[in-house]
Protein backbone atom coordinates (compact mmCIF):
# COMPACT_ATOMS: atom_id res chain seq x y z
CA UNK A 1 0.00 0.00 0.00
CA UNK A 2 1.33 3.29 -0.98
CA UNK A 3 2.24 5.72 1.77
CA UNK A 4 -0.21 8.99 1.96
CA UNK A 5 2.41 11.70 -0.03
CA UNK A 6 3.84 14.74 1.75
CA UNK A 7 2.95 16.52 -1.65
CA UNK A 8 -0.73 15.53 -1.57
CA UNK A 9 -2.73 18.58 -2.22
CA UNK A 10 -4.52 19.70 0.42
CA UNK A 11 -6.86 23.05 1.13
CA UNK A 12 -4.63 26.06 1.47
CA UNK A 13 -5.83 27.41 4.40
CA UNK A 14 -5.65 24.01 6.42
CA UNK A 15 -1.90 24.20 6.22
CA UNK A 16 1.07 26.01 7.06
CA UNK A 17 2.55 29.12 5.97
CA UNK A 18 5.52 26.98 4.97
CA UNK A 19 3.50 24.29 3.29
CA UNK A 20 1.60 27.08 1.26
CA UNK A 21 4.54 28.70 -0.21
CA UNK A 22 6.73 25.90 -1.03
CA UNK A 23 8.87 26.33 -4.03
CA UNK A 24 7.82 24.07 -7.06
CA UNK A 25 11.06 24.96 -9.39
CA UNK A 26 14.31 25.61 -9.01
CA UNK A 27 14.37 28.99 -9.98
CA UNK A 28 12.18 29.97 -6.81
CA UNK A 29 14.35 28.32 -4.49
CA UNK A 30 16.27 30.35 -1.89
CA UNK A 31 19.59 29.16 -0.87
CA UNK A 32 21.75 25.87 -1.20
CA UNK A 33 23.68 28.05 -4.65
CA UNK A 34 26.86 25.54 -4.15
CA UNK A 35 24.38 22.67 -4.33
CA UNK A 36 22.05 24.57 -7.15
CA UNK A 37 23.54 27.61 -8.70
CA UNK A 38 23.95 27.46 -12.20
CA UNK A 39 26.40 24.81 -13.59
CA UNK A 40 26.37 22.71 -10.63
CA UNK A 41 26.14 19.38 -10.48
CA UNK A 42 22.50 18.88 -8.14
CA UNK A 43 20.71 21.24 -10.39
CA UNK A 44 22.30 19.40 -13.84
CA UNK A 45 20.77 16.14 -12.04
CA UNK A 46 17.20 17.90 -11.21
CA UNK A 47 16.88 19.76 -14.46
CA UNK A 48 17.88 17.09 -16.97
CA UNK A 49 15.79 14.43 -14.75
CA UNK A 50 19.36 12.12 -14.54
CA UNK A 51 18.68 10.78 -10.67
CA UNK A 52 20.71 8.68 -8.82
CA UNK A 53 20.07 7.42 -5.14
CA UNK A 54 20.78 10.61 -2.99
CA UNK A 55 20.72 11.88 0.53
CA UNK A 56 19.98 15.32 1.66
CA UNK A 57 21.79 15.85 4.91
CA UNK A 58 21.33 19.03 6.87
CA UNK A 59 19.34 21.33 9.43
CA UNK A 60 16.13 21.39 10.12
CA UNK A 61 14.33 24.60 7.34
CA UNK A 62 17.21 24.40 4.66
CA UNK A 63 15.11 23.08 1.98
CA UNK A 64 15.42 18.86 2.01
CA UNK A 65 11.94 18.11 1.35
CA UNK A 66 11.53 21.29 -0.50
CA UNK A 67 14.31 19.66 -3.33
CA UNK A 68 11.90 16.49 -3.10
CA UNK A 69 9.14 18.27 -4.19
CA UNK A 70 10.96 19.99 -6.68
CA UNK A 71 12.30 16.65 -8.13
CA UNK A 72 8.81 15.23 -7.39
CA UNK A 73 7.67 17.42 -10.05
CA UNK A 74 10.34 17.71 -12.52
CA UNK A 75 10.90 13.96 -13.09
CA UNK A 76 8.93 11.19 -15.24
CA UNK A 77 9.07 8.76 -12.75
CA UNK A 78 6.49 7.32 -10.42
CA UNK A 79 7.08 8.96 -7.31
CA UNK A 80 6.47 8.04 -3.64
CA UNK A 81 6.95 8.81 -0.37
CA UNK A 82 7.37 6.60 2.68
CA UNK A 83 6.63 7.63 6.55
CA UNK A 84 9.46 6.15 9.15
CA UNK A 85 7.44 6.32 11.75
CA UNK A 86 4.23 4.13 9.91
CA UNK A 87 5.66 2.29 7.25
CA UNK A 88 6.89 -1.58 8.80
CA UNK A 89 9.15 -3.82 6.75
CA UNK A 90 6.39 -5.90 4.85
CA UNK A 91 4.64 -2.33 3.66
CA UNK A 92 8.32 -1.39 2.27
CA UNK A 93 8.93 -4.75 0.64
CA UNK A 94 5.64 -4.68 -0.72
CA UNK A 95 5.88 -1.33 -2.50
CA UNK A 96 9.39 -2.29 -2.87
CA UNK A 97 7.34 -5.90 -5.36
CA UNK A 98 5.49 -3.28 -7.30
CA UNK A 99 8.57 -1.04 -8.30
CA UNK A 100 10.82 -3.89 -9.39
CA UNK A 101 7.13 -4.59 -12.03
CA UNK A 102 6.89 -1.27 -12.90
CA UNK A 103 10.87 -1.52 -13.60
CA UNK A 104 10.26 -4.52 -15.96
CA UNK A 105 7.63 -2.17 -17.77
CA UNK A 106 10.24 0.08 -18.29
CA UNK A 107 9.21 2.63 -15.68
CA UNK A 108 10.94 4.11 -12.98
CA UNK A 109 10.43 4.41 -9.47
CA UNK A 110 11.79 7.57 -7.48
CA UNK A 111 11.39 6.82 -3.47
CA UNK A 112 11.38 9.91 -1.16
CA UNK A 113 12.29 9.23 2.84
CA UNK A 114 12.07 11.98 4.62
CA UNK A 115 13.90 11.76 8.11
CA UNK A 116 15.56 8.37 6.70
CA UNK A 117 17.51 8.51 10.29
CA UNK A 118 14.14 7.05 11.55
CA UNK A 119 13.90 4.05 9.82
CA UNK A 120 15.92 1.07 11.85
CA UNK A 121 18.71 -0.80 9.90
CA UNK A 122 15.89 -3.53 9.19
CA UNK A 123 14.21 -0.99 7.24
CA UNK A 124 16.77 0.58 5.74
CA UNK A 125 18.04 -2.97 4.48
CA UNK A 126 14.56 -3.82 2.68
CA UNK A 127 15.28 -1.23 0.40
CA UNK A 128 19.13 -1.78 0.27
CA UNK A 129 17.92 -5.17 -3.07
CA UNK A 130 16.15 -2.96 -4.95
CA UNK A 131 18.60 -0.02 -5.03
CA UNK A 132 21.33 -2.79 -5.99
CA UNK A 133 19.15 -3.87 -8.48
CA UNK A 134 18.12 -0.43 -9.84
CA UNK A 135 14.25 -1.01 -9.02
CA UNK A 136 13.95 2.24 -6.74
CA UNK A 137 16.22 5.63 -6.93
CA UNK A 138 16.25 6.43 -3.45
CA UNK A 139 16.20 9.80 -2.06
CA UNK A 140 16.42 10.45 1.95
CA UNK A 141 16.41 13.31 3.98
CA UNK A 142 17.84 13.81 7.33
CA UNK A 143 19.40 16.46 10.00
CA UNK A 144 21.69 13.47 11.02
CA UNK A 145 25.08 12.93 10.40
CA UNK A 146 24.26 9.98 7.75
CA UNK A 147 27.85 8.18 8.70
CA UNK A 148 26.30 7.17 11.80
CA UNK A 149 22.83 7.32 10.81
CA UNK A 150 22.26 5.42 7.66
CA UNK A 151 23.51 1.81 7.13
CA UNK A 152 26.94 1.80 5.22
CA UNK A 153 25.78 -0.97 2.41
CA UNK A 154 22.93 1.27 1.82
CA UNK A 155 25.11 4.53 2.18
CA UNK A 156 27.49 3.85 -0.04
CA UNK A 157 24.92 3.51 -2.99
CA UNK A 158 23.72 7.00 -2.47
CA UNK A 159 25.55 10.31 -3.08
CA UNK A 160 25.19 12.67 -0.31
CA UNK A 161 24.45 16.37 -0.71
CA UNK A 162 25.22 18.55 2.07
CA UNK A 163 22.64 21.44 2.52
CA UNK A 164 23.92 24.88 5.02
CA UNK A 165 21.45 26.53 7.36
CA UNK A 166 20.41 29.60 5.60
CA UNK A 167 21.92 33.22 5.67
CA UNK A 168 19.70 36.16 7.38
CA UNK A 169 19.65 37.56 3.91
CA UNK A 170 18.34 34.47 2.26
CA UNK A 171 15.21 34.16 5.26
CA UNK A 172 14.98 37.53 4.29
CA UNK A 173 13.93 36.63 0.86
CA UNK A 174 11.83 33.53 1.71
CA UNK A 175 10.07 35.72 3.89
CA UNK A 176 9.03 38.88 1.40
CA UNK A 177 8.49 35.90 -1.38
CA UNK A 178 5.68 34.41 0.93
CA UNK A 179 3.85 37.72 1.41
CA UNK A 180 3.94 38.26 -2.37
CA UNK A 181 2.91 34.95 -2.69
CA UNK A 182 -0.62 34.23 -3.96
CA UNK A 183 -1.15 31.22 -1.06
CA UNK A 184 0.88 33.16 1.57
CA UNK A 185 -1.97 35.33 2.99
CA UNK A 186 -4.85 35.43 0.69
CA UNK A 187 -7.53 38.07 1.06
CA UNK A 188 -5.22 39.91 3.65
CA UNK A 189 -2.63 42.86 2.61
CA UNK A 190 0.30 42.62 5.19
CA UNK A 191 2.68 45.34 5.69
CA UNK A 192 5.85 44.35 7.25
CA UNK A 193 8.64 46.48 7.21
CA UNK A 194 12.42 45.63 6.59
CA UNK A 195 13.52 45.73 9.89
CA UNK A 196 10.69 43.47 11.16
CA UNK A 197 11.50 41.28 8.19
CA UNK A 198 15.19 41.34 9.38
CA UNK A 199 14.26 41.06 13.30
CA UNK A 200 12.40 37.54 11.93
CA UNK A 201 15.06 36.37 9.91
CA UNK A 202 18.04 36.63 12.83
CA UNK A 203 15.55 34.97 15.34
CA UNK A 204 15.29 32.07 12.63
CA UNK A 205 18.75 31.18 12.80
CA UNK A 206 18.98 29.54 9.86
CA UNK A 207 15.93 27.41 9.68
CA UNK A 208 13.04 28.98 6.98
CA UNK A 209 10.32 27.02 8.42
CA UNK A 210 10.85 28.59 12.14
CA UNK A 211 10.97 32.05 9.57
CA UNK A 212 7.64 31.02 8.47
CA UNK A 213 6.45 29.54 10.80
CA UNK A 214 6.94 33.25 13.35
CA UNK A 215 5.78 35.20 10.61
CA UNK A 216 2.46 33.73 10.27
CA UNK A 217 1.79 34.27 14.29
CA UNK A 218 3.14 37.68 13.58
CA UNK A 219 0.26 38.39 10.90
CA UNK A 220 -2.39 36.81 12.70
CA UNK A 221 -1.25 38.66 15.94
CA UNK A 222 -1.12 41.77 13.98
CA UNK A 223 -2.77 45.70 13.98
CA UNK A 224 -5.94 44.42 11.89
CA UNK A 225 -8.17 47.41 9.87
CA UNK A 226 -10.50 45.53 7.58
CA UNK A 227 -7.90 43.27 5.21
CA UNK A 228 -5.38 45.37 5.93
CA UNK A 229 -2.70 44.09 9.03
CA UNK A 230 0.69 45.25 9.76
CA UNK A 231 2.99 43.51 12.10
CA UNK A 232 5.12 45.96 13.93
CA UNK A 233 8.00 45.84 16.85
CA UNK A 234 5.33 45.56 19.23
CA UNK A 235 4.16 42.43 17.94
CA UNK A 236 7.20 40.53 17.24
CA UNK A 237 8.39 40.73 21.05
CA UNK A 238 6.79 38.37 22.00
CA UNK A 239 7.57 35.69 19.58
CA UNK A 240 11.66 36.18 18.83
CA UNK A 241 12.29 37.13 22.91
CA UNK A 242 14.19 33.59 23.03
CA UNK A 243 16.27 31.87 19.83
CA UNK A 244 15.91 28.11 19.76
CA UNK A 245 19.33 26.74 20.25
CA UNK A 246 20.23 23.48 17.89
CA UNK A 247 21.74 21.16 20.39
CA UNK A 248 21.31 17.70 21.68
CA UNK A 249 22.85 15.85 24.15
CA UNK A 250 23.07 12.73 21.69
CA UNK A 251 23.52 13.62 18.47
CA UNK A 252 26.26 14.92 16.50
CA UNK A 253 25.62 18.35 17.45
CA UNK A 254 26.76 17.53 20.85
CA UNK A 255 30.29 15.94 19.54
CA UNK A 256 30.39 18.54 17.36
CA UNK A 257 30.62 21.80 20.38
CA UNK A 258 32.24 19.66 22.67
CA UNK A 259 35.40 19.22 19.86
CA UNK A 260 35.01 23.15 19.52
CA UNK A 261 35.46 23.97 23.14
CA UNK A 262 38.50 21.40 23.79
CA UNK A 263 39.82 22.65 20.60
CA UNK A 264 39.58 26.39 21.46
CA UNK A 265 41.13 25.95 24.56
CA UNK A 266 43.66 24.30 23.36
CA UNK A 267 43.93 27.01 20.63
CA UNK A 268 44.08 29.36 24.22
CA UNK A 269 41.04 31.10 22.86
CA UNK A 270 39.42 32.47 25.71
CA UNK A 271 36.72 33.59 24.33
CA UNK A 272 35.70 31.61 22.33
CA UNK A 273 36.03 28.57 24.92
CA UNK A 274 33.84 30.44 26.96
CA UNK A 275 31.35 30.90 24.20
CA UNK A 276 30.86 27.09 23.32
CA UNK A 277 30.99 26.40 26.82
CA UNK A 278 27.95 29.02 26.81
CA UNK A 279 26.47 26.87 24.03
CA UNK A 280 26.54 23.95 25.39
CA UNK A 281 25.18 25.05 28.90
CA UNK A 282 22.42 26.97 27.32
CA UNK A 283 21.41 24.34 25.28
CA UNK A 284 20.72 21.47 28.74
CA UNK A 285 24.20 19.78 28.78
CA UNK A 286 25.05 17.76 32.14
CA UNK A 287 27.59 20.51 33.81
CA UNK A 288 29.22 16.89 35.23
CA UNK A 289 30.22 16.31 31.49
CA UNK A 290 31.46 19.22 31.11
CA UNK A 291 33.69 19.44 33.83
CA UNK A 292 34.52 15.56 33.74
CA UNK A 293 35.84 16.93 29.78
CA UNK A 294 37.58 19.91 31.48
CA UNK A 295 39.37 17.22 34.12
CA UNK A 296 40.60 15.51 30.89
CA UNK A 297 41.69 18.51 29.20
CA UNK A 298 43.83 19.78 32.38
CA UNK A 299 46.60 16.62 31.70
CA UNK A 300 45.76 15.99 28.10
CA UNK A 301 46.69 19.46 26.96
CA UNK A 302 48.28 21.05 29.95
CA UNK A 303 50.12 18.68 32.13
CA UNK A 304 52.96 19.53 33.75
CA UNK A 305 53.25 22.62 32.11
CA UNK A 306 51.16 23.40 34.62
CA UNK A 307 50.58 21.80 38.37
CA UNK A 308 47.57 23.56 39.23
CA UNK A 309 45.41 23.21 36.29
CA UNK A 310 44.47 19.60 37.34
CA UNK A 311 43.27 21.07 40.67
CA UNK A 312 41.35 23.29 38.74
CA UNK A 313 39.39 21.49 36.78
CA UNK A 314 38.94 18.96 40.16
CA UNK A 315 37.73 21.52 42.35
CA UNK A 316 35.07 22.80 39.68
CA UNK A 317 33.91 18.80 39.24
CA UNK A 318 33.04 19.09 42.89
CA UNK A 319 31.64 22.43 42.78
CA UNK A 320 29.27 21.37 39.73
CA UNK A 321 28.67 18.53 41.96
CA UNK A 322 27.66 20.37 44.98
CA UNK A 323 25.81 23.75 43.19
CA UNK A 324 24.20 21.91 40.11
CA UNK A 325 23.20 24.63 37.46
CA UNK A 326 22.81 27.24 36.99
CA UNK A 327 24.42 28.19 39.62
CA UNK A 328 27.94 26.14 38.73
CA UNK A 329 27.63 27.92 35.13
CA UNK A 330 30.53 30.54 36.62
CA UNK A 331 32.86 27.65 37.59
CA UNK A 332 32.88 25.95 34.44
CA UNK A 333 33.28 29.10 33.35
CA UNK A 334 36.32 29.93 35.29
CA UNK A 335 37.78 26.64 34.93
CA UNK A 336 37.80 27.22 31.24
CA UNK A 337 39.08 30.25 31.02
CA UNK A 338 42.05 29.58 33.22
CA UNK A 339 42.41 26.31 30.82
CA UNK A 340 42.59 28.35 27.94
CA UNK A 341 45.27 30.83 29.16
CA UNK A 342 47.09 27.99 31.20
CA UNK A 343 50.60 26.96 29.43
CA UNK A 344 50.18 24.13 26.95
CA UNK A 345 51.98 20.75 26.85
CA UNK A 346 50.78 17.47 25.90
CA UNK A 347 53.65 15.69 26.94
CA UNK A 348 51.86 13.40 29.19
CA UNK A 349 49.89 12.46 26.48
CA UNK A 350 52.54 11.86 24.07
CA UNK A 351 54.22 9.90 27.07
CA UNK A 352 51.46 7.71 27.48
CA UNK A 353 51.04 6.74 23.83
CA UNK A 354 54.46 5.77 23.66
CA UNK A 355 54.63 3.97 26.29
CA UNK A 356 51.28 1.84 25.35
CA UNK A 357 52.89 1.48 21.60
CA UNK A 358 56.35 0.05 23.05
CA UNK A 359 53.74 -2.09 25.20
CA UNK A 360 51.74 -3.33 22.23
CA UNK A 361 55.32 -3.92 20.27
CA UNK A 362 56.91 -5.99 23.36
CA UNK A 363 53.98 -7.59 24.96
CA UNK A 364 54.78 -8.44 28.26
CA UNK A 365 58.39 -8.09 29.54
CA UNK A 366 59.51 -9.41 32.74
CA UNK A 367 59.53 -7.30 35.72
CA UNK A 368 63.71 -6.86 37.06
CA UNK A 369 64.53 -9.71 39.56
CA UNK A 370 66.03 -6.60 41.85
CA UNK A 371 62.81 -4.67 41.85
CA UNK A 372 60.62 -7.55 42.67
CA UNK A 373 58.98 -8.42 46.04
CA UNK A 374 60.38 -11.35 47.85
CA UNK A 375 57.60 -11.94 50.78
CA UNK A 376 58.69 -15.55 50.57
CA UNK A 377 61.65 -18.01 51.65
CA UNK A 378 60.93 -19.56 47.69
CA UNK A 379 61.37 -16.34 46.09
CA UNK A 380 63.78 -15.43 48.06
CA UNK A 381 65.74 -18.12 46.42
CA UNK A 382 64.86 -17.27 43.37
CA UNK A 383 66.71 -14.34 43.69
CA UNK A 384 63.80 -11.90 43.68
CA UNK A 385 64.34 -8.76 45.27
CA UNK A 386 68.71 -9.46 45.06
CA UNK A 387 70.72 -6.14 44.23
CA UNK A 388 67.60 -3.72 45.28
CA UNK A 389 69.06 -1.01 46.22
CA UNK A 390 66.66 2.07 48.76
CA UNK A 391 67.12 5.02 47.11
CA UNK A 392 66.47 7.06 50.22
CA UNK A 393 69.50 5.14 52.03
CA UNK A 394 71.70 7.63 49.18
CA UNK A 395 73.11 10.94 49.61
CA UNK A 396 71.30 12.35 46.15
CA UNK A 397 68.64 9.76 46.38
CA UNK A 398 69.38 7.92 43.15
CA UNK A 399 70.61 4.83 42.78
CA UNK A 400 72.28 2.79 39.56
CA UNK A 401 69.96 0.12 39.82
CA UNK A 402 67.92 -0.81 36.87
CA UNK A 403 64.11 -0.42 36.65
CA UNK A 404 63.42 -0.70 33.06
CA UNK A 405 63.20 -3.95 31.73
CA UNK A 406 66.40 -4.21 29.71
CA UNK A 407 64.79 -5.13 25.87
CA UNK A 408 63.46 -1.25 26.88
CA UNK A 409 66.92 -0.21 28.05
CA UNK A 410 67.08 3.38 26.94
CA UNK A 411 63.78 4.49 26.13
CA UNK A 412 62.22 7.52 26.76
CA UNK A 413 58.85 8.00 27.03
CA UNK A 414 58.37 11.46 28.77
CA UNK A 415 59.71 14.41 26.49
CA UNK A 416 58.67 17.54 28.26
CA UNK A 417 59.05 21.26 26.65
CA UNK A 418 59.63 24.34 27.18
CA UNK A 419 56.23 25.96 28.61
CA UNK A 420 55.22 26.80 32.34
CA UNK A 421 56.48 24.60 34.49
CA UNK A 422 58.20 21.64 32.08
CA UNK A 423 61.67 23.55 32.41
CA UNK A 424 61.90 22.53 36.01
CA UNK A 425 61.10 18.76 35.36
CA UNK A 426 63.08 19.10 31.88
CA UNK A 427 66.46 20.37 33.93
CA UNK A 428 65.58 17.25 36.79
CA UNK A 429 65.65 15.10 33.93
CA UNK A 430 69.12 16.40 33.14
CA UNK A 431 70.47 16.28 36.29
CA UNK A 432 69.09 12.78 36.67
CA UNK A 433 70.95 11.57 33.35
CA UNK A 434 74.14 13.25 34.56
CA UNK A 435 74.39 11.37 37.62
CA UNK A 436 73.73 8.19 36.03
CA UNK A 437 76.39 9.00 33.52
CA UNK A 438 78.86 9.64 36.50
CA UNK A 439 77.76 6.66 38.58
CA UNK A 440 76.75 3.81 36.05
CA UNK A 441 76.06 0.37 37.50
CA UNK A 442 77.27 -2.94 37.48
CA UNK A 443 74.46 -3.87 34.74
CA UNK A 444 75.15 -0.60 32.69
CA UNK A 445 77.38 -1.20 29.19
CA UNK A 446 79.31 2.05 30.40
CA UNK A 447 80.40 0.46 33.77
CA UNK A 448 81.74 -2.56 31.78
CA UNK A 449 84.09 -0.65 29.39
Same mark, same amino acid.
Given at each position: ?????????????????????????????????????????????????????????????? $??????????????????????????????????????????????????????????? #??????????????????? %???????????????????????????????????????????????????????? +????????? $????? %?????????????????????????????????????????????????? +???????????????????????????????????????????????? #????? +??????????????????????????? +?????????? #??? %????????????????????????????????????? %??????????????????????????????????????? #????????????????????
Amino acid at each position: MHQESLFAQENPQNTPLANRVRPTTIDDFVGQQHLLGPGKVLRDIIEHDQLSSLIFWGPPGT $GKTTLAQIIAHQTKAHFITFSAVTSSIRDIRKIMEEAEQNREYGERTVCFIDEIHRFNK #AQQDAFLPFVERGSITLIG %ATTENPSFEINAALLSRCRVFVLHSLTVEDIEQVLRRALHHPNGFPGLKVHCADDE +LHTIAQFAN $GDARI %ALNTLEMAVLNGQREGQDVTVTTADLSQLVNTKSLRYDKHDEEHYNIISA +LHKSMRNSDVDAAIYWCSRMLDGGEDPLYIARRLVRFASEDVGLADTN #ALRVA +LNTFQACQFLGMPECDVHLTECVIYLA +LAPKSNAVYT #ARQ %AARKAIKKTGNLPVPLQIRNAPTKLMKELHYGQGYQY %AHDTKDKLTSMTTMPPELAGQHFYQPGNQGFEPRFKNRM #AQIAEWHRRHPGDDDPKAKK
